[in-house]
């Protein structure tokens, strides 16, 4: 028996937004490399996302080991873009806090007629 070398196909995939996500389910790759980095192992981490195969764990910590420097500053920018969106919402719910407070105050200062 002849054993064929193939090179495996990637389980990942691109979303539109930029994130990297393990293909066929909503798991972002960063949430494998961060439990691996924990010391989680492909098949707990199976365990804990039932979308992901064993094999697609084991597949994505392969390529995090063999593009470390790419994936984590991939993982870097991912994590500035949160702290952006983070901020943002941040913002917005001062802003409506605001808002209703001087709504508020409005409404205490007016005389009824």
Excluded: K, W
Excluded at 3 to 17: A, D, I, Q, R
Excluded at 36 to 48: I, K, R, S
Excluded at 66 to 77: D, F, G, I, N, P
Excluded at 79 to 96: D, F, I, K, S
Aim: glycine share 4%.
């Amino acid at each position: 028996m002849t054993l064929t070398l193939e090179p495996p196909v990637l389980p990942m995939t691109l979303t539109p937004h930029g994130v990297v996500l393990v293909r066929g389910t909503r798991v972002p790759i960063e949430t494998l490399i961060t439990a691996f980095l924990q010391g989680d192992t492909p098949e707990e981490m199976a365990q804990n996302f039932p979308t992901v195969s064993v094999a697609d764990a084991y597949a994505v910590i392969a390529y995090y080991l063999q593009h470390q420097t790419a994936v984590e500053q991939y993982l870097e920018e991912r994590g500035q873009r949160r702290a952006e969106v983070q901020a943002r919402v941040e913002a917005q719910q001062q802003l409506h806090g605001l808002r209703a407070r001087l709504l508020a105050r409005q409404a205490a200062h007016e005389t009824p007629r």
